[in-house]
């Protein structure tokens, strides 16, 4: 059990105070003086009524400790609730460059862009409640979905990527800036911007660096992965590149030579950022204090109706 307002529990020595400093000052009774109490006791013995007396005077101390511990508001936990916080908002920069259609794995016949379909679906399919946007880019950037909480929708979007939308080419520093865009005025407590690419930077007029000291202005962390693919298909991965953009912004760097490392790239990026955000936890709890003030409220209509009734005193 917890006190809600426990200072108020300081009252209670206070009252003690008051009440036997009241006992301690009542004026004296006037005495009978006589000369033999014998026949005087047995023929008054003490009633009921006389017993008790004090009866009255510890219902209402009692009535005002009741109200003093009310007061405090005293709370008994009944269920303990946690809940992932929300309040992500994603962007997905996706390479989809000529390079992206080689073969992810020796012995398979999916390309790159196969396996990273598979693993941004199972990446947003984890995101329940939180916003996702995509962007791709080849030789410049295009916005294919705004942040979104319609996950079949951006699966659907996702599965429909293709190479050859504009000039073949890897604008890394595009794609991420146009990612950093989408988040710009997101209200979310934690933005992000995963971008993957399988080569290095040779198009467009934004230098990624610049792009992402852009988002660590704007607080948007960026997530980078290096899909290198098969080893004889493997591209050219500016790995202190993507390094470089990830530390810039608080984010990681990851490597990934396969649509497993891959998808636990993308599971890595979750996982981390969800405990950035934490959890919520909700508790329930049972408030006493009714209960006490109305024991209180019937402790004083007892002592009332004992002070005007059978132990009612006269002068």
């Not at 984890?126 to 979104?148: I, K, N, W």
């Not at 508790?283 to 004083?300: G, K, M, N, S, V």
């Amino acid at each position: 059990m917890i006190f809600a307002n426990p200072w108020l529990l300081a009252l209670l020595p206070v009252g003690a105070v008051l009440v036997g400093w009241r006992w301690w000052s009542r004026p004296p009774r006037p005495a009978l003086a006589l000369a033999d109490l014998g026949a005087l006791r047995e023929a008054a013995r003490p009633s009921w009524r006389l017993r008790l007396r004090w009866l009255p005077a510890a219902l209402r101390v009692a009535a005002l400790v009741l109200l003093i511990v009310a007061l405090a508001r005293p709370q008994r936990g009944l269920a303990v609730t946690t809940v992932p916080e929300e309040g992500i908002d994603v962007a997905l920069a996706l390479d989809v460059s000529g390079s992206m259609l080689q073969r992810a794995t020796l012995g398979e016949r999916d390309s790159k862009l196969t396996g990273a379909k598979v693993a941004i679906d199972e990446f947003v399919r984890d995101l329940e409640g939180d916003r996702v946007g995509l962007v791709t880019f080849q030789s410049t950037a295009l916005l294919m979905s705004p942040l979104t909480l319609d996950r079949v929708a951006l699966a659907r979007q996702v599965w429909s990527l293709e190479p050859g939308l504009v000039v073949d080419g890897t604008a890394i520093g595009l794609g991420l800036s146009e990612a950093v865009n989408l988040l710009r005025d997101s209200p979310a407590r934690s933005r992000v911007v995963v971008l993957l690419t399988d080569g290095e930077n040779n198009a467009g007029e934004v230098p990624p660096l610049q792009a992402a000291r852009i988002a660590e202005t704007l607080g948007v962390r960026v997530y980078t992965i290096g899909f290198h693919g098969a080893a004889q298909s493997r591209g050219i991965v500016d790995v202190r590149l993507l390094q470089q953009v990830a530390s810039t912004t608080g984010g990681a760097y990851y490597d990934a030579s396969s649509p497993d490392e891959l998808q636990q790239a993308y599971e890595s990026v979750r996982t981390l950022e969800r405990s950035r955000v934490g959890e919520r936890q909700f508790t329930e709890f049972e408030e006493l204090a009714p209960r006490l003030a109305i024991a209180a409220i019937l402790l004083l209509l007892v002592e009332a109706g004992l002070r005007a009734s059978w132990l009612r005193r006269y002068p």
